[in-house]
C-alpha cells in the first residue's frame, strides 16, 4: 500500500470547502466544516487503495445510484439503506476533490465528470422517490412534479460548461488575471452582468453579484436544496418522516411526506426555470 500521511496532516494539505478560516457563516460552509471530518478519513482510505479522484467520483455517482434505485422500493429497511448509500455517495463527493487538490490532478475533466453526478443523482433519486410514492397510493400528480424536476436538473450543457470554467478559474493562474475570461466565468454565477467588478476578490466573486429586484436576487441556502449534494439531506428527512408514521411497517403503505416534497420542488424548480428564462431574455436584449 502507498505511503499517506496521517489524517491530520491530510487535511492541512487536502484543503477544501469548510476548511477556510474566512468563509462566509451559511448552511452550506457550516454544515462542509461537519461533513469534512468524515470525508478526510474516507480519503486517507481511498488513496491507500490506490484511488485517484475521477475513480473516486465514479466510485460516488455508483452508490448514489444504487441508493436512488433502492428508493423506489416500499420496503422500510430498504429505504433505510438507500439513505445510507445516498449519504455515503455525497460524503465521497468531498473526498474525490480532496485526492484531486492532494496528487495536484484537478482539473476540468474531473469537473465535468463530477458535475454530471451532481445533476443525473438528483434526477434518479426524483424518478425513484416519486415511482415508490405513487405505488403508496399517492396521486398521480407527483410524477409530474417529477418530470419538472428531472428537465430542470437535466441541463447537463449548460451546468457542465458552468463547473468546467470555474475548474479552469480555480486551477490555471494565469486565467484569473485575463479581465475577459473572469467575467466569463462571473456571468455564469447567477448575479447581475452589468455590476460585475472584476476587483472585489475571489470569495465576493464567486457569490455572484445580486443586483436589484427578484430577478436578479440570489438564495443561496436555498439553492442547495435543489441540487446534489444538498437535495440527498431533503430527501431523507421526507423519507424518515414517512417511515415514521408508517403504521404497516415493513410496507410502506402511504407517501405523504415524500408526495408532499415531491410537489413542492416541483413548484419551486418550475419558477427556477422561468427565472432563469428571464435572465436570459434580459441579458439577450442588452447584447
Not at 455517495?89 to 453526478?117: H, K, M, Q
Not at 460548461?161 to 466569463?184: C, M, S
Request: glycine content about 10%; charged content about 20%.
Amino acid at each position: 500500500m502507498p505511503s499517506v500521511p496521517p489524517v491530520r496532516e491530510l487535511e492541512r494539505i487536502c484543503g477544501g470547502e469548510g476548511r477556510g478560516s474566512n468563509e462566509p457563516r451559511n448552511v452550506r460552509f457550516l454544515y462542509a466544516r461537519l461533513v469534512r471530518k468524515l470525508s478526510i478519513r474516507i480519503t486517507w482510505v481511498l488513496l491507500k487503495l490506490r484511488f485517484n479522484a475521477d475513480r473516486a467520483t465514479l466510485l460516488g455517482i455508483g452508490l448514489g445510484l444504487i441508493g436512488a434505485a433502492l428508493l423506489a422500493t416500499r420496503d422500510a429497511p430498504l429505504l433505510i439503506l438507500a439513505l445510507g448509500l445516498l449519504q455515503l455517495s455525497f460524503v465521497i463527493d468531498f473526498s474525490d476533490g480532496e485526492i484531486a487538490r492532494y496528487e495536484g490532478s484537478s482539473g476540468p475533466a474531473g469537473s465535468y465528470l463530477d458535475w454530471i453526478g451532481h445533476y443525473y443523482l438528483p434526477a434518479a433519486i426524483t424518478f425513484a422517490l416519486a415511482w415508490g410514492t405513487v405505488r403508496s397510493g399517492e396521486t398521480e400528480w407527483v410524477l409530474l412534479a417529477a418530470i419538472v424536476i428531472a428537465l430542470s436538473l437535466l441541463r447537463i450543457p449548460y451546468s457542465a460548461r458552468d463547473h468546467v470554467l470555474l475548474g479552469l478559474y480555480r486551477d490555471d493562474p494565469a486565467l484569473r488575471n485575463d479581465p475577459e475570461f473572469v467575467r466569463a466565468v462571473l456571468a455564469r454565477q447567477g448575479g447581475d452582468p452589468d455590476l460585475i467588478d472584476v476587483g472585489e476578490g475571489d470569495r465576493d466573486w464567486r457569490q455572484g453579484v445580486e443586483g436589484s429586484g427578484a430577478l436578479w436576487r440570489r438564495h443561496t441556502n436555498l439553492g442547495q436544496l435543489l441540487v446534489f449534494p444538498g437535495f440527498v439531506n431533503v430527501v431523507s428527512i421526507a423519507v424518515l418522516a414517512d417511515v415514521a408514521l408508517t403504521e404497516s411497517y415493513p410496507e410502506m403503505d402511504e407517501g405523504l411526506v415524500r408526495a408532499a416534497l415531491l410537489m413542492g420542488l416541483g413548484a419551486i424548480h418550475l419558477v427556477h426555470q422561468l427565472r432563469a428564462a428571464a435572465q436570459s431574455a434580459r441579458i439577450l436584449r442588452g447584447l
